[in-house]
């Protein structure tokens, strides 16, 4: 069974940086998947911010976090990344990763298009 566990969540201090992991396993080898990190801050409804395709070939972030976010992956390691840079107490939220499978290389950052999901990791932003 497709099992994606997120960490690297904490408090952090307004300006800092910090990367989250996602480790995927239980995935078929059959297809590639593609891979969205998505938030939900207190108060507030489910935000897609990034998202990878299988190869690395096709990345997309949301306005909110364009410029300051990066998403990466290692599918040697079956990992994949997103280092945040320039917090703010506006990214306070709890980081979920998701994963679809696809075949093509191609990804989303629409949660509806996801069927596998994390537990979430929760960055809090505050000085």
């Known amino acids: 069974q497709f099992q994606l566990v997120e960490s690297g969540g904490g408090l952090v201090q307004p300006g800092d940086s910090r990367r989250l992991s996602c480790a995927a396993s239980?995935?078929?080898?059959?297809?590639?998947?593609?891979i969205g990190w998505f938030r939900r801050g207190r108060g507030k409804g489910r935000e897609g911010i990034s998202c990878?395709?299988?190869?690395?070939?096709?990345?997309a972030y949301a306005d909110s976090v364009k410029g300051r976010f990066t998403i990466s992956r290692d599918n040697a390691k079956n990992i994949v990344y997103l280092q945040m840079n320039n917090l703010t107490p506006e990214d306070s939220a709890v980081y979920y990763c998701?994963?679809?499978?696809?075949?093509?290389?191609?990804?989303?950052?629409?949660?509806?298009?996801?069927?596998?999901w994390g537990q979430g990791t929760h960055i809090t932003v505050s000085s």
């Open positions: 239980g995935f078929s080898s059959e297809f590639g998947f593609a």
């Open positions: 990878i395709s299988d190869s690395n070939g096709h990345t």
């Open positions: 998701a994963a679809r499978y696809s075949t093509t290389d191609t990804c989303s950052t629409f949660d509806d298009e996801y069927m596998f």
